[in-house]
């Protein structure tokens, strides 16, 4: 099970800290990213990290702003966002995939959590 937290209103040029608790199966054992989905438009990736944290990844949209870590004592994956864009404004899903590549294919991940509402204000 995978529960999103964190998300809100806020200003563009502001910050969010996204956090994605995991439960039912050993969190190293998987890759974790972060998705997000905007009324309208197609699912996209924002963030991916290998099972160590060894490795991330993100898409040109979000590199620079967005920050992926994992805590696997803590069974959490966090998603630091930063200057914040009113572009940014979407529902944010963690996925969990038991690959060991920080994956942009939503495909490779098995577990998604509910979603968190994040909404930037111009």
């Known amino acids: 099970q995978l529960v999103e937290s964190g998300g809100g209103l806020v200003q563009a040029g502001g910050s969010l800290r996204l956090s994605c608790a995991a439960s039912?199966?050993?969190?190293?054992?998987?890759?974790m990213g972060w998705f997000r989905q905007a009324p309208g438009k197609e699912r996209e990736f924002v963030a991916a990290?290998?099972?160590?944290?060894?490795?991330?990844n993100y898409p040109d949209s979000v590199k620079g702003r967005f920050t992926i870590s994992r805590d696997n004592a803590k069974n959490t994956v966090y998603l630091q966002m930063n200057s914040l864009k009113p572009e940014d404004t979407a529902v944010y899903y963690c996925?969990?995939?038991?690959?060991?590549?920080?994956?942009?294919?939503?495909?490779?991940?098995?577990?998604w959590g509910q979603g968190t509402q994040v909404t930037v204000s111009s």
């Open positions: 039912g199966q050993t969190f190293s054992w998987f890759a």
């Open positions: 990290i290998t099972r160590s944290g060894d490795r991330t």
């Open positions: 996925a969990a995939g038991r690959v060991n590549i920080p994956s942009i294919n939503p495909s490779h991940y098995t577990y």
